[in-house]
């Protein structure tokens, strides 16, 4: 009976294994972990760039450094590849960068610096999923700039980067009001990279911000995304059952977007950043999942393989 048992125990516990290794987060041993620069895949990134020069309007905001995207393919766990354009350029994000609350509000959690309330997880919802700036700015007099600044610069993640153009960085309260804290580069009071923002979806689905149990409950908190516009547009029409994971953010003419698509196929699970400087933003960003998806379907070769840490 005990054998039988063992099995039993055993068996369950290896379905279970399979079965969480299909979804969200993934799991990867660490020797898998690379920088993300160095899964660059020189046929994506070809293929990235002939879709987006196609279009005149898109070539002159790419050479203008007004318009940068960044794409993770995902659909092999075991051969990573990325592309970017104007991958290192730092732009005005909006409330894109609102994901570096998020990850902040976790480790404070995790290091009993914040308390997990029922209200304060409320607001992260609303702060992501609807955007909520009331909530945004709850959050960051929460924790504070310094916190946010020392989680964004932490050599563990190191999401903001002055020696590579920068990265992700919120330094001024959503409404108005208060101190500021900018980024020293360009004084951006909330600015992204792709770059920065491709490792941060990556990290996130292989369970690597701050533990595999925080990234899930952050994929929780980013997915299901309550505004149906830009990316989430056009993917809940050509995929409708694709489980996505989003944030994005427009004033003015500042557009941005990220999203990772987790399709019921692997040849349809990515990340995608957009980051955009024109008045016609937001139909750029709806119109850039077909010709990015058709950059993913070319046949592409790779000689590494990993995950982003550095």
Same mark, same amino acid.
């Given at each position: 009976?005990?054998?039988?048992?063992?099995?039993?125990?055993?068996?369950?516990?290896?379905?279970?294994?399979?079965?969480?290794?299909?979804?969200?987060?993934?799991?990867?041993?660490?020797?898998?972990?690379?920088?993300?620069?160095?899964?660059?895949?020189?046929?994506?990134? =070809? !293929?990235?760039? +002939? /879709?987006?020069?196609?279009?005149?309007?898109?070539?002159? @905001?790419?050479? &203008? %450094?007004?318009?940068?995207?960044?794409?993770?393919?995902?659909?092999?766990?075991?051969?990573?590849?990325?592309?970017?354009?104007?991958?290192?350029?730092?732009?005005?994000?909006?409330?894109?960068?609102?994901?570096?609350?998020?990850?902040?509000?976790?480790?404070?959690?995790? =290091? !009993?610096?914040? +308390? /997990?309330?029922?209200?304060?997880?409320?607001?992260?919802? @609303?702060?992501? &999923? %609807?955007?909520?700036?009331?909530?945004?700015?709850?959050?960051?007099?929460?924790?504070?700039?310094?916190?946010?600044?020392?989680?964004?610069?932490?050599?563990?993640?190191?999401?903001?980067?002055?020696?590579?153009?920068?990265?992700?960085?919120?330094?001024?309260?959503?409404?108005? !009001?208060?101190?500021?804290?900018?980024?020293?580069?360009?004084?951006?009071?909330?600015?992204?990279?792709?770059?920065?923002?491709?490792?941060?979806?990556?990290?996130?689905?292989?369970?690597?911000?701050?533990?595999?149990?925080?990234?899930?409950?952050?994929?929780?908190?980013?997915?299901?995304?309550?505004?149906?516009?830009?990316?989430?547009?056009?993917?809940?029409?050509?995929?409708?059952?694709?489980?996505?994971?989003?944030?994005?953010?427009?004033?003015?003419?500042?557009?941005?977007?990220?999203?990772?698509?987790?399709?019921?196929?692997?040849?349809?699970?990515?990340?995608?950043?957009?980051?955009?400087?024109?008045?016609?933003?937001?139909?750029?960003?709806?119109?850039?999942?077909?010709?990015?998806?058709?950059?993913?379907?070319?046949?592409?070769?790779?000689?590494?393989?990993?995950?982003?840490?550095?």
């Amino acid at each position: 009976m005990k054998k039988k048992a063992y099995f039993l125990l055993f068996f369950i516990g290896y379905n279970i294994t399979l079965y969480s290794q299909k979804g969200l987060p993934m799991h990867v041993v660490d020797s898998k972990i690379h920088p993300l620069v160095s899964l660059t895949n020189s046929n994506l990134q =070809k !293929g990235l760039e +002939k /879709e987006l020069n196609a279009n005149p309007e898109w070539k002159n @905001l790419i050479a &203008s %450094k007004k318009m940068a995207v960044g794409v993770v393919d995902l659909s092999n766990q075991d051969e990573v590849k990325y592309a970017s354009v104007n991958g290192n350029h730092m732009m005005y994000a909006a409330s894109l960068p609102k994901i570096a609350i998020l990850l902040s509000a976790m480790d404070a959690f995790e =290091k !009993g610096e914040l +308390k /997990e309330t029922p209200t304060i997880k409320n607001d992260m919802r @609303l702060m992501i &999923s %609807k955007s909520n700036n009331q909530a945004s700015t709850r959050m960051i007099d929460r924790l504070g700039y310094q916190k946010i600044e020392s989680v964004m610069t932490d050599p563990k993640y190191m999401f903001y980067d002055e020696d590579k153009g920068g990265g992700l960085w919120v330094g001024k309260r959503y409404g108005g !009001g208060g101190d500021t804290n900018r980024e020293p580069l360009k004084h951006l009071s909330h600015a992204a990279s792709v770059i920065q923002v491709c490792r941060y979806y990556y990290l996130l689905a292989y369970g690597k911000l701050v533990n595999e149990n925080r990234s899930r409950q952050m994929l929780d908190i980013m997915g299901d995304p309550e505004l149906h516009h830009k990316f989430v547009n056009t993917v809940e029409k050509i995929a409708p059952n694709a489980k996505l994971f989003r944030k994005s953010g427009s004033w003015k003419s500042y557009h941005s977007d990220s999203i990772l698509v987790w399709g019921n196929e692997p040849s349809r699970r990515y990340i995608l950043v957009a980051l955009i400087d024109d008045e016609n933003g937001e139909q750029i960003i709806r119109n850039l999942i077909k010709p990015v998806e058709k950059a993913l379907k070319m046949k592409t070769t790779s000689t590494k393989s990993g995950l982003v840490i550095n």
